[in-house]
């Protein structure tokens, strides 16, 4: 069911396991690190309505991404601290725990009825999603919101280049070139009792709540990125 127009061709099931009894519907964010235009979050919103159940909005915090350093991690937790707030101001819960994506997304969805995850190409992202499909023991639906187009609709096999790709993306550019309706929460956030729950406004404050990252991210690191801080004000 897609009750937020979502174009089909964004949407994925990832495996064959059946909606389960639970408290909520979890919306696993992962790639989509944002409150606004994020069809995974409406997928989850309209999913969660379907089933009168709240919805939790899970991120799993990992120490070792590839190639990330500290200045990456400060930038994504400003910006996650912002996201954070919006979402608990709309209604929904959002919960934040330090581990492998994948092992947090799998933990939460033990009480979940589904989860609603959003799409990463990268290696390690397929990784994550591909172990929580098998693992999770309820439905998982993918949803694509970071390209325009997706993909798999503009091409079904492995271009050779660029250039072979562009034409094939831009003569389906328009079908997508759709606004995103907001789903209206129905059933608001529940009282969590998931660690490191956080809807904090401030990132010091917030990072706090975060099995204590500011030990783990020193305080220099926020002088290296002077000028440059994430969320929607990134940049300023």
């Known amino acids: 069911m897609n009750k937020a127009w979502i174009e089909p061709e964004r949407i994925v099931e990832l495996n064959e396991a059946p909606e389960r009894p639970g408290d909520y519907v979890l919306y696993w964010m992962q790639q989509s690190q944002r409150a606004q235009f994020n069809p995974a979050l409406e997928m989850a919103v309209a999913q969660a309505n379907r089933l009168a159940l709240p919805v939790v909005v899970g991120f799993g915090l990992t120490d070792g991404y590839p190639e990330a350093n500290a200045r990456h991690y400060t930038f994504m937790l400003e910006g996650l601290a912002e996201t954070a707030e919006a979402i608990d101001a709309r209604g929904l819960r959002f919960v934040i725990r330090r581990g492998g994506p994948d092992d947090v997304a799998i933990a ?27 693992e999770a023991g309820r439905r998982l639906v993918q949803v694509e919101g970071d390209v325009v187009v997706p993909v798999g609709a503009a091409s079904a096999k492995h271009e050779i280049a660029a250039r072979t790709l562009r034409p094939k993306l831009a003569k389906r550019r328009d079908e997508f070139l759709t606004p995103l309706a907001k789903e209206r929460v129905r059933v608001v956030r529940i009282r969590s009792t998931c660690a490191a729950t956080s809807t904090s406004a401030t990132f010091p404050r917030w990072c706090a709540r975060c099995a204590s990252i500011t030990a783990w991210l020193p305080s220099p690191v926020c002088a290296a990125v002077i000028g440059r801080r994430g969320g929607t004000c990134a940049g300023s």
Do not use: N
């Open 108 to 134: 939460l969805a033990q009480r979940a009825a589904l989860v609603v995850c959003d799409r990463g190409y990268l290696r390690p992202q397929r990784a994550w999603r591909t172990r929580v499909a098998a």
